[in-house]
Every structure is written in C-alpha cells, then in structure tokens.
C-alpha cells in the first residue's frame, strides 16, 4: 500500500520546502522527497555558504588595507581549510534548521530519488529500496545543475563548477573563471580578495550582461582596478588539464587566439535543469528547452502535477522560488493568491562591490516605448559611504516621465544588496516619484542615496 498524502514535494530547496511548510500551514498533509540534503543547492551549495565565504574574503580585505582605517594589521594570512570549515558549518547549521522547520510542520521527509510513475503517485529509491507514495496533487522542486562544456568537464581538481569552488583543497594562484553573470563575478571576487591572479572570460559584449549598462561598465571598471583582467567578447576554444595546471585557449574579441595556462578554471556558463529521469515524459509533462512550463500558479499541462523553481526557467533564484512555492500551493488550497509574475523579482550580486537591481534598465525602458527619467546619485556624494570608507559606487532611478511609475532600481556598491528591496516594496505597492520624493530618510545612512536618486530624476538632488 503507498503511504497517501495531500500533496508531495519533489526536492527540498528555498522552493520545494517553502511550499512544505505553506501546505502544512493550511491544513494538508505533506511530504518532502530529497535525494541529498534539505535545503537544496541554495542552503548545502550556493546561495548561504558562498556568502559566508565572500565574508570571509570581505574581513581579509580589510585587513589587508587595515591602514586606511588608522589600524595595524601585520603578517596577516589565512587558514584554507578553516575557511572551507567555516563555510560547511554555516550551512549545516541551517540545515539542521529546515529539518526541525520539517518536524514541527509534521512534513514527512522520505529520502532517496524520487520519480513519478503515474498520476499521483511517485516512488522513493534509496539504495534497494523504494516506497510508493500517492497524492492528489505533487510539486516537481528538482532545480538545475551547473552547465559543462561541452569539450571539457569540470575535473573537481583542475576545472571546477562552483560545488567544487566552495571546497577548494588549495588556493588558485592564476584563476580563469568562463563566464561572468553573479555566480562567477562572486567567485572572481573571492578569491581574488584572497590573492589569486583572476582573470575573467566573458562570450557577449559585457560582464554581468543582464544588469544595466552603467552598472556593467563601472563593476568592469572597478575589477580591473583590484588587478582583475577582464577579456568580454570572448570565447575558451579548449582546455588541456595537466597535474597541476590548465593550459586554455581564448579567442579575443580581434578573431586572434592566444594560450595561456592557469593553475584552475572555474566554470561558470549557466544552469541545466534537473529533469531527466523524474518521470516527466511517460505522463506528457511539456517542456521547453529542458525547463518545465507552467503557468502562474506553477500548473504544468497535466492535471495535477506542478513545478517551481530553477526547473522552470529564469529567473534562477531562491526567492523567486519561494514566492513561486507558496503562490502555487494557496491555489490548490483555493486562497485565490495573486498569479506569480517576473516583474518584481530583485537580483542581488554579493561581490566587492555589490550589485543589486530591480525592474527594467534604462535600455529595455526605451525598447518598451517609455520616455524615461533616470537619476543617478555617486556613493562619494554619501557621508555615511565616506566615513565607511565605501564611497565607490552609485544609485540609477528610471521613472516614466508621464506617470511617475517607479520603472526600475539599479544599484552597486557597499551594501547595496540591502537597499534594494526598498526599491521592490516600493513597485510592489505602486509608489510613484511623489511619495517616494516625500518620503524621509535617515541620516546618516546609505540609505539617504535612494532618496537623492530619486530626486535626481526630477532635477532636485540636494548633495551633488
């Protein structure tokens, strides 16, 4: 007999558990399926114990520069394997959390790999064994994989994806990172932060391609400063791995190829949903490049199966999985939630300096027929970024000028990360340039900058 449920959760990561705990909060009975570690790939592998390595490299910084603040900090140095532990024991931490989020939920978790066999039902392999379990409705929470090249694939020793670049078993000195959206702009900073000569190969015009072209230009501009070399517009023809070094062959943006070896590679090029092998063809599940279609409230084109996160498509991150989770179960629960939509969803790049935005640029304003207002405010023109020692950076505001609406937020610099969502609750409640003009800030605060943005669209900044 198979173990019957309300709903089944297929994955445990910021989307599948998020959706776990919602179901349970309106009264279903729940399971999750996990193959490795509650928490996903955000929790164990991304999202928390990166962020506690840049913190890592962040202090570092500081140390390394102690003198700029009045300070002596001499024959400073580093523990790889304390860093690397400090990281694990981070997210195992929070591991332990969602387990007991799971137990006081009363969310049965069944562990092994899981794939559906039919409608409703789904069955759990764990070594020899498996368990059948059925539900009304289940909620594919599977996420993605970093993408290989397709000429060669990460070695863990010589070429890495970013699960091998969180435990490294040694400091890179000469660094390639292939590709330059927020995964591999954040491990450029690490390690470069922690010494590592890093250069950064990029396939389209610009590094962080999706952000805003004034923010793309000056985070080139600041990396190269730090001693990164950034090579956009150009391609890895081939990588040959030797005992302690990679030999990669890069052609420029001028057609000319050139070899130069590196002690590692990381591979940063994108994401592939996990999709294989869970059952979705025999039920006619639609797919489109590998990524599940569904609508806004996560219904695929079978009745009764849903989808979240990474598998669906981009944006690739963890709150938007989440939003996704809890939208998609207070539909089945009948609450009538608002359909998941894109349009809302802040980015975040946790480098040095941070990146951070929300909306639309100032060019996909344009292309969208707007006559746009754009104010921009310098973190130099910031007392509290000065005093911080931060005061590189700036806060790009696009309005349309016949209505005010609040288009798009484009940030980067110290903290920025953290601002931002006053910006997303602002769209979100629909704020035009009015209130957001009227509305009074802290002093000092980075947070001041927002407000003369703002300002700065209509011609009133008062601190530049």
């Known amino acids: 007999m198979a173990d019957t449920y ?47 390595l840049l913190r890592t490299s962040e202090i ?52 092994g790999v899981g794939k559906l066999t039919g409608k409703g039902k789904l069955q759990v392999t764990q070594g020899d064994k ?20 397709p000429f060669a694939k990460a070695d863990g020793k010589r070429i890495w994806t970013y699960r091998h670049a969180m435990v490294p078993e040694e400091m890179p000195t000469k660094l390639l990172v292939i590709g330059s959206g927020a995964i591999g702009v954040e491990f450029a900073s690490f390690y470069s932060d922690m010494g590592a000569d890093v250069t950064i190969v990029e396939m389209l015009p610009r590094i962080l391609p999706v952000e805003d072209e004034e923010v793309s230009a000056h985070m080139d501009k600041t990396l190269q400063k730090q001693g990164m070399k950034i090579m956009t517009g150009a391609g890895v023809e081939k990588l040959e791995t030797g005992a302690k070094s990679v030999k990669a062959t890069i052609k420029g943006k001028d057609g000319k190829s050139v070899t130069e070896e590196y002690s590692h590679v990381i591979v940063a090029i994108g994401i592939v949903p996990n999709t294989e092998n869970i059952g979705l063809e025999d039920l006619g599940v639609k797919t489109d490049r590998g990524h599940i279609v569904t609508d806004g409230y996560s219904r695929t084109n079978v009745e009764g199966i849903y989808a979240i996160g990474d598998v669906t498509g981009p944006p690739w991150l963890a709150h938007k999985a989440s939003h996704e989770g809890v939208v998609c179960v207070e539909a089945i629960a009948g609450e009538k939630p608002h359909p998941f939509e894109t349009w809302n969803i802040p980015g975040c790049t946790y480098s040095r300096p941070q990146v951070a935005s929300v909306g639309l640029t100032e060019a996909k304003a344009k292309e969208a027929g707007h006559k746009v207002k754009v104010g921009k405010f310098p973190f130099i023109g910031n007392g509290k970024a000065i005093a911080l020692g931060e005061a590189d950076g700036f806060i790009k505001t696009i309005f349309d000028e016949k209505t005010g609406e609040l288009l798009g937020a484009h940030m980067i610099g110290a903290e920025v990360t953290e601002l931002i969502q006053g910006y997303v609750a602002a769209r979100q409640l629909e704020t035009t340039e009015a209130e957001l003009m009227e509305t009074v800030f802290p002093h000092p605060t980075l947070s001041e900058m927002m407000h003369e943005s703002v300002l700065g669209a209509y011609g009133r900044a008062i601190h530049i």
């Open 6 to 52: 309300d709903l089944i959760v297929l994955g445990s990561g910021p989307g599948g558990y998020v959706a776990a705990i919602r179901a349970s909060q309106l009264g279903m009975k729940v399971a999750i399926v996990e193959r490795e570690r509650l928490g996903g790939i955000c929790l164990n592998w991304g999202c928390i114990p990166t962020k506690a």
């Open 60 to 111: 570092y910084h500081y140390m390394t520069h102690a003198a700029d603040y009045g300070l002596k900090a001499e024959n400073t140095g580093f523990d790889l394997t304390r860093i690397v532990e400090r990281s694990r024991k981070v997210s195992g931490q929070l591991n332990a959390g969602v387990k007991g989020l799971m137990k006081k939920h009363k969310v049965a978790v069944h562990e």
């Open 130 to 149: 498996t368990v059948d379990l059925q539900a009304k409705h289940i909620i594919v929470a599977t996420g993605a994989r970093a993408r290989d090249l």
